[in-house]
């Protein structure tokens, strides 16, 4: 394996939003287990793994209060 450069560790790195497909930056200084927010759609995602960067969504990330209220006829 290669030596890495010292800068390696503090560059940005990118991952992908599954809803708009846009790039989230995932910064040097982002712990494990933070909440990540996509810039374009506002979903959440958590923080799995920084190397390589795995994002799981946020359980409540779709939960915008549409359907509450409402009755149902069975």
Do not use: H, W
């Amino acid at each position: 394996m290669g030596k890495k450069r010292r800068s390696y560790e503090q560059e940005a790195r990118f991952a992908r939003c599954d809803v708009c497909y846009g790039e989230i930056p995932i910064e040097f200084y982002f712990a494990k287990g933070e909440v990540v927010v996509c810039s374009e759609c506002d979903t959440e995602y958590i923080l799995d793994c920084r190397q390589p960067v795995i994002l799981s969504m946020f359980e409540n990330s779709f939960d915008d209060g549409f359907f509450d209220g409402l009755e149902y006829d069975y």
